[in-house]
Structures are given as C-alpha cells and as structure tokens.
C-alpha cells in the first residue's frame, strides 16, 4: 500500500526512484489505473508538490536529465498542468470565488441528501465507483484516469453537482489543490473549455483498468450533454501585483502549506518564524490524514530551516507574533488563489492596523508560465521548449 511521508527527504527519495521510469515508461503506462498499491507507472508526487516540498522545476530537471527532454516531454507536459492551472486560476479569480459560493451555498440544501451521502459513501449501484470512493478516502489518493472518470460518473451519471464532487474530492486528497482540483473537476463538466465535456466511456474504462470491478452494460450515461452555466469567468486578467520585500526592513517569515520550499528563494533575513494553520479546504470536515499532512510537511520545512516557529490562525495573531519580534515585514513566499490567500485576505486590516506590510516572493518558474495562462493548455505546451530554455533546463 502506497503511503505518504510528509517530509522533503521522502518525497526526494520518491523522485529518485521514480525518475527511472519518468522517460518511455510513463508515456506507455500512465493511463493505467492498476488501483491501490499499484500506481507505479506515474510519480504519485502531487502531494508533495501539492505544498512545494518539491518545486517543478527540481522535478522537471532530474526527468530531462535522465531521459532527455524528448523522451521526457510527456511527463514533463503533464507536470506543466499543474503550473497552467495555478496560473489559470490566479488570472481569473472570479472563478475560485464562484466555487466557494455556490458550493457553500447548496450545501445546507445537499448535505443531508441520502442521494449524495450514497455517493460520498461508496453505496451507489456503480461498484467501480465505489472502490475508488474506498481507495479516496482509506490512501487519500486516486490515479489521474480514476479521477476523471469519477468525476464524469459524478456529474453525468449520478447528476450530483460538480461543486459538492470537487468539495469530496479536496477533503480527501492528500494533493487536493484549489486550482487542478477545481479546474479539472470544471473541465469534465464542459464548463474549462466551454461546451467540451468528458464523458466517462464503459469500453475505455475497461481498457485502462486492471484487477478493479467491471463496469456493468448501461450502467453509465455514454451519451450526456456537457453542464452550462450563467456565471462568466471572463477574460483574462494581469497576475496580481504583491509588494517585494523591502530591503533593510526587520522582517518574520511567514510559512504557509503553498511553499514548503523556502530555501530555494532569495528571501532576506528573517528574526523568527510562523506558520499559518489553516483547515480551510471547505465548510465540511476535512480528512485527519490530510490535516495532519499539511501540519508534519510545515513542522518539516521549519526543521530544515532550523528554526522553531510559532503556529498562528488568523491575522490578529500574525500581527502579534510580527509585533512581538519588533518587525514591520512579513515576509512570504508567493500565496496563489485558495484558502489560504483568503485567509490572507482576511488578515490585511489587523496587519494594516498595526503597520506591518505583507511581502510576497514569486518563483522564476511561476512568472515564466503564468503569462501564457490565459486560454488552453496548448499554448504553454507549445511554449514549453522556450520556457525551459529560459529557465536553463
Ligand atoms: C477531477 C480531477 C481532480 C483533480 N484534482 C487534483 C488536485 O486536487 N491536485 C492535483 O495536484 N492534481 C489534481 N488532478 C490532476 C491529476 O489527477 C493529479 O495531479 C495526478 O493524478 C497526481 O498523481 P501523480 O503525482 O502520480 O501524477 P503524475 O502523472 O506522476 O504527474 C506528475 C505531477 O504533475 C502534476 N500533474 C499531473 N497531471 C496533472 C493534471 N492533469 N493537472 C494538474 N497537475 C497534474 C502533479 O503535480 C503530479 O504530481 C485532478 C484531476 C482530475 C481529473
């Protein structure tokens, strides 16, 4: 059985050992769903690249360094989804706010539905689906390919809201991140990539499944049309300004579960640590397994920093905390779009209240891709040679 271990060590000896396998093999065996304890043919990193433990570009580098970046290009593409889908997001915010709303708000309506308890569950007629709701919520992980058919017979078949799917699956995994999450569950349902939905198919189900439940004849609505909505996400929009630390200034860092990878940044010198607690995934609870994830993965950062840092919850505290070590900057590295920027968000009038300016650090990589977010991931995958160059890769 796969398990995770919430430090930087393990997830370096998971690349190593995956690295092998990242050229051909992947290309080969990465649509195979070989269910729990089989997932070998792909990396099973996300969850620490989830929470930066490990960046993209450590990634990227050791793949193409083995295999070459033509045998490595597809592995390579699949890890430039996750930058595309930061970026996306961070350039049309309205759509996380969008999730956030409409999920909190039919959620007193669905929440005590025997229909959705029957999904959430594993008791629907589907015993496909059902062993992957087991696997979800007992390994806190599921195969790209089980995720997209999952969220197809979700929407599609069961007709639950994609909201409430995108909800069960960002409680469960230890990956879950507001924008692949999000974005993919919104791309099955035809709303990423308007009126292109993914329609989860019996015979390709079979195909790509090993040693897991036979779909029944009929079973799954082969033929749906995809969802519409009112809501526009809009174009584009230019990514956020944040402040730059201001050199000189006596500054605490600020770790939060978006980065754990502070050393490879050029932060300046800090006089004490914190680290943002937050369980802000949804309303409902979220797994233990992924709470106490996020908490080892910060205890973990801190150690390699060899500092001892101070937990805080909201913006009073931080203020406090930033107060009590007589600093005026907090610094951070860049926070995208998810609960924890709300949560930042939310901490700005006690931060301002007390003089202290809130600066963000954003990665090399982040500000090469996320430009070219602005429409589908074919222009970053076309742009993907280029970028490595830039980034000397
Ligand atoms: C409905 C749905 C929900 C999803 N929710 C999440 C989520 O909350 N968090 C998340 O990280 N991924 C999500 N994904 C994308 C993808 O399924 C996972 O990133 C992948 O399965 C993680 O397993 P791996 O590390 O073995 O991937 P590998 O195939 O080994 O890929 C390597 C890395 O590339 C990135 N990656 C690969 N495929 C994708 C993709 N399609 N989109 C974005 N990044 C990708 C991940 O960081 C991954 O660790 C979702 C996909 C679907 C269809």
Redesign the pocket.
């Given at each position: 059985m796969q398990t995770f271990i919430p430090t930087r060590a393990a997830a370096l000896s998971r690349l190593t050992a995956f690295v092998p396998k990242a050229g051909r093999a992947y290309a080969h065996g990465?649509n195979t769903d070989f269910g729990r304890g089989g997932?070998d043919a792909?990396?099973?990193?996300?969850p620490y690249?989830?929470r930066r433990l490990l960046t993209e570009r450590e990634?990227v580098e050791a793949a193409v360094a083995a295999h070459g970046r033509e045998e490595a290009e597809k592995?390579v593409s699949?890890?430039f989804?996750?930058t595309y889908?930061k970026g996306w997001l961070e350039r049309r915010p309205g759509v996380w706010d969008h999730y956030t709303t409409t999920r909190d708000a039919m959620l007193p309506a669905w929440e005590g539905k025997p229909f959705l308890r029957r999904a959430e569950e594993g008791r629907t007629d589907i015993a496909l689906f059902n062993d992957w709701v087991e696997e979800l919520v007992e390994t806190n992980y599921l195969?790209?390919h089980a995720?997209?058919w999952?969220?197809s017979i979700w929407i599609f078949t069961l007709r639950l809201p994609w909201q409430l799917g995108a909800d069960f699956?960002?409680r469960h995994?230890l990956?879950?991140?507001p924008a692949?999450?999000t974005l993919?569950?919104r791309w099955?349902a035809g709303l990423h990539t308007k009126g292109k939905h993914y329609l989860a198919q019996r015979s390709n189900i079979d195909r790509f499944t090993r040693g897991r439940p036979a779909v029944d004849p009929g079973q799954l609505d082969e033929t749906a049309e995809p969802l519409d909505e009112t809501f526009d996400p809009g174009p584009a929009l230019p990514v956020r300004d944040h402040r730059a630390p201001e050199p000189g200034r006596r500054s605490v860092l600020l770790l939060t579960m978006e980065d754990c990878h502070p050393e490879s940044l050029d932060l300046p010198e800090t006089a004490a640590t914190a680290i943002l607690s937050v369980d802000d995934r949804s309303p409902r609870p979220t797994a233990r397994a992924v709470l106490d994830f996020d908490a080892a993965a910060l205890d973990d950062t801190a150690r390699r920093l060899g500092v001892a840092a101070e937990r805080v919850a909201d913006g009073e505290a931080l203020a406090a905390f930033a107060t009590r070590h007589d600093a005026t900057q907090i610094v951070t590295p860049f926070v995208p779009r998810g609960p924890t920027h709300d949560r930042l968000t939310a901490a700005r009038p006690s931060l301002d209240a007390a003089g202290i300016a809130l600066a963000e650090v954003r990665r090399d990589w982040d500000a090469q891709v996320w430009p070219k977010a602005t429409a589908g991931f074919f222009k970053i995958k076309k742009a993907i040679p280029r970028i490595l160059d830039t980034m000397d890769v």
């Amino acid at each position: 059985m796969q398990t995770f271990i919430p430090t930087r060590a393990a997830a370096l000896s998971r690349l190593t050992a995956f690295v092998p396998k990242a050229g051909r093999a992947y290309a080969h065996g990465r649509n195979t769903d070989f269910g729990r304890g089989g997932h070998d043919a792909v990396s099973t990193l996300s969850p620490y690249t989830r929470r930066r433990l490990l960046t993209e570009r450590e990634i990227v580098e050791a793949a193409v360094a083995a295999h070459g970046r033509e045998e490595a290009e597809k592995y390579v593409s699949e890890v430039f989804w996750r930058t595309y889908f930061k970026g996306w997001l961070e350039r049309r915010p309205g759509v996380w706010d969008h999730y956030t709303t409409t999920r909190d708000a039919m959620l007193p309506a669905w929440e005590g539905k025997p229909f959705l308890r029957r999904a959430e569950e594993g008791r629907t007629d589907i015993a496909l689906f059902n062993d992957w709701v087991e696997e979800l919520v007992e390994t806190n992980y599921l195969h790209n390919h089980a995720r997209m058919w999952f969220a197809s017979i979700w929407i599609f078949t069961l007709r639950l809201p994609w909201q409430l799917g995108a909800d069960f699956f960002a409680r469960h995994l230890l990956d879950g991140d507001p924008a692949s999450n999000t974005l993919s569950w919104r791309w099955v349902a035809g709303l990423h990539t308007k009126g292109k939905h993914y329609l989860a198919q019996r015979s390709n189900i079979d195909r790509f499944t090993r040693g897991r439940p036979a779909v029944d004849p009929g079973q799954l609505d082969e033929t749906a049309e995809p969802l519409d909505e009112t809501f526009d996400p809009g174009p584009a929009l230019p990514v956020r300004d944040h402040r730059a630390p201001e050199p000189g200034r006596r500054s605490v860092l600020l770790l939060t579960m978006e980065d754990c990878h502070p050393e490879s940044l050029d932060l300046p010198e800090t006089a004490a640590t914190a680290i943002l607690s937050v369980d802000d995934r949804s309303p409902r609870p979220t797994a233990r397994a992924v709470l106490d994830f996020d908490a080892a993965a910060l205890d973990d950062t801190a150690r390699r920093l060899g500092v001892a840092a101070e937990r805080v919850a909201d913006g009073e505290a931080l203020a406090a905390f930033a107060t009590r070590h007589d600093a005026t900057q907090i610094v951070t590295p860049f926070v995208p779009r998810g609960p924890t920027h709300d949560r930042l968000t939310a901490a700005r009038p006690s931060l301002d209240a007390a003089g202290i300016a809130l600066a963000e650090v954003r990665r090399d990589w982040d500000a090469q891709v996320w430009p070219k977010a602005t429409a589908g991931f074919f222009k970053i995958k076309k742009a993907i040679p280029r970028i490595l160059d830039t980034m000397d890769v």
